[in-house]
């Protein structure tokens, strides 16, 4: 298993943060999420060889989150 922080930009209210555990714990792979809206992100527990973090993120994306990387400005 593997534990990483993932930037969550847009993640501003508890209905994101739902949201944001939802899509990453339908994931197949993840088994812990923890969100954190005072520093917009969230703490993944994964097996690493089952999904990787670019994995995740783009599972985020594709629910509509951005991260720090998808910023233009």
């Known amino acids: 298993m593997k534990t990483e922080k993932l930037g969550v930009?847009?993640?501003?209210?508890m209905g994101c943060a739902g949201?944001?555990?939802s899509v990453l714990l339908g994931t197949p792979g993840?088994?812990?999420v923890i969100t954190s809206l005072d520093d917009h992100t969230a703490e993944v527990t994964?097996?690493?060889k089952s999904?990787?973090?670019e994995q995740l993120v783009h599972a985020l994306r594709h629910a509509g989150f951005l991260s720090p990387?998808?910023?233009c400005c």
């Open 30 to 32: 993840v088994v812990k």
């Open 9 to 13: 930009d847009d993640m501003q209210c």
């Open 46 to 48: 994964f097996d690493e």
């Open 51 to 53: 999904i990787s973090s």
């Open 69 to 71: 990387e998808d910023k």
């Open 19 to 21: 949201r944001v555990r």
